[in-house]
T-cell receptor, first 120, second 111 residues
Framework: NAGVTQTPKFRILKIGQSMTLQCTQD?????MYWYRQDPGMGLKLIYY???????DKGEVPNGYNVSRSTTEDFPLRLELAAPSQTSVYFC???????????????????FGPGTRLTVL | GESVGLHLPTLSVQEGDNSIINCAYS??????FIWYKQESGKGPQFIID?????DKRQGQRVTVLLNKTVKHLSLQIAATQPGDSAVYFC??????????FGAGTTVTVRA
């Protein structure tokens, strides 16, 4: 299993450009999350999803949008990039549904390797 | 402000010594806590978790202690190794899936 994969690894955007950060998990998890991590800081929750077709705002949702059409994919959309969105973005998944991979705690969130985004 | 934070942003430890990383939380409704390790350039990795009905939980070389009276959480790493150098985050939740993270403690292991 690949776990949680994210693309791209790095990206530089100009102010006002848009892009989609991709996130895919192959662990049959029904919960997925997007976080941003600013230098020297902890992770801030942007959006999360408890299942296909269901999304909700986290702590810092402004400037972002998400969709969840399948269990596996949870893309994050930036419509009008701003310098304040320069950050490292992490996708995570948790809570296996029937047949999914079990770990020591079903609440464990598995993280992807991150996307480093710079907006100039 | 953040509901979860760490007492010290950095910790330098001699290889072979035990490490203690502290975390204070403010939400008394939180009932589930997790410690994550983040190595440079990587995503956070689960270390150990604990529920509020427990005071202590042990894993392989790691122990988490929870003091609900003073809302304090600590992570103890036994016989610290160079591979333990990383940023350590505590996280809390009261609904089992939306986590609040602290700012992290950077642990540096001296040879």
């Amino acid at each position: 299993n690949a776990g949680v994969t994210q693309t791209p690894k790095f990206r530089i955007l100009k102010i006002g450009q848009s892009m989609t950060l991709q996130c895919t998990q192959d662990m049959n998890h029904n919960y997925m999350y997007w976080y941003r991590q600013d230098p020297g800081m902890g992770l801030k929750l942007i959006y999360y999803s408890v299942g296909a077709g269901i999304t909700d705002k986290g702590e810092v949702p402004n400037g972002y949008n998400v969709s969840r059409s399948t269990t596996e994919d949870f893309p994050l959309r930036l419509e009008l990039a701003a310098p304040s969105q320069t950050s490292v973005y992490f996708c995570a998944s948790s809570y296996p549904i029937a047949g999914g991979r079990l770990r020591s705690s079903y609440n464990e969130q598995f993280f992807g390797p991150g996307t480093r985004l710079t907006v100039l | 402000g953040e509901s979860v934070g760490l007492h010290l942003p950095t910790l330098s430890v001699q290889e072979g010594d035990n490490s203690i990383i502290n975390c204070a939380y403010s939400n008394s409704a939180s009932d589930y806590f997790i410690w994550y390790k983040q190595e440079s350039g990587k995503g956070p990795q689960f270390i150990i978790d604990i529920r509020s009905n427990m005071d202590k939980r042990q894993g392989q070389r790691v122990t988490v202690l929870l003091n609900k009276t003073v809302k304090h959480l600590s992570l103890q790493i036994a016989a610290t190794q160079p591979g333990d150098s990383a940023v350590y985050f505590c996280a809390e939740t009261f609904n089992d899936y939306k986590l609040s993270f602290g700012a992290g403690t950077t642990v540096t292991v001296r040879a």
